[in-house]
């Protein structure tokens, strides 16, 4: 199969590649949940808002990732077809 092929139905785990598995990134994935505990215990009021904060973060988070990685698409893209000139 073709990479394009891989990559179009999903065969390619490209967020698996990135450093999510790194001491450091535990770390902070640990640091958060502590504060998301903190602020969800403090009351009932924090708790829903923090909830609407997560849910607007997760879009915003979507919208960039998807950003990304199409602009590192294109600029791959573009070494190609620069390669190819030369």
Avoid: W
């Avoid at 698996?16 to 994935?29: A, F, H, Q, T």
């Avoid at 009021?45 to 950003?67: C, I, P, V, W």
């Amino acid at each position: 199969m073709s990479i394009l092929k891989d990559l179009y139905y999903g065969h390619i785990d490209i967020i698996g590649r990135n450093s999510m598995n790194s001491p450091e990134y535990r770390k902070c994935v640990e640091n958060a949940a502590e504060c998301e505990k903190e602020i969800t215990q403090s009351s009932p009021e924090a708790d829903a808002l923090f909830l609407k904060y997560q849910e607007a973060q997760g879009r915003l988070n979507s919208m960039t990732e998807y950003e990304m990685f199409a602009a590192g698409f294109r600029m791959g893209a573009q070494l190609m077809l620069e390669m190819l000139r030369q």
